[in-house]
């Protein structure tokens, strides 16, 4: 389990893993307990690794790219939201994420951490 705080201390979002399910997923929930998301591993896919988020109160997210090395992107009903990579950063252990205005930035950027988690890179 992993919480997100803000500068204050204040709960933004948990993350937590789900072990009882066919596939490992993750859930993504809100200060308040309300599940945001649930996060798993979607099948192959021909342009690298690809994972499915299904958003509770919004349209699902689509993730693909190279999870491993850190590049990927977020993606919306085909639409590009949000881009992690490492290429921004000379730091060997970091990377960067891109999110688009407008967007669920606290969403995002818990999608980001359990995918890194949940490749066993986290």
């Known amino acids: ?3 997100f705080e803000d500068m ?3 709960k933004l979002c948990k993350i937590e893993e789900r072990l009882l399910t066919f ?3 993750m859930a993504v929930e ?3 307990g309300n599940q945001m998301a649930v996060i798993k591993k979607g099948l192959i896919a021909p342009l690298g690794d690809h994972w ?3 958003v509770r109160k919004g349209p699902d997210l689509d993730v693909q790219g190279n999870i491993l090395d850190h590049e990927y ?3 919306q009903r085909r639409k590009k ?3 992690v990579s490492k290429k921004w950063l000379t730091l060997t252990d970091t990377y960067g994420v891109e999110i688009d205005e ?3 930035d606290i969403l995002i950027l818990a999608v980001a951490i359990a995918i890194d988690m949940m490749s066993g890179r986290g």
């Open 8 to 10: 204050n201390g204040n």
């Open 23 to 25: 596939k490992d997923t």
């Open 81 to 83: 939201i949000a881009e």
């Open 102 to 104: 407008g967007q669920n």
């Open 1 to 3: 389990t992993l919480v």
């Open 52 to 54: 499915i988020v299904k």
């Open 30 to 32: 809100d200060a308040d």
């Open 73 to 75: 992107s977020i993606m």
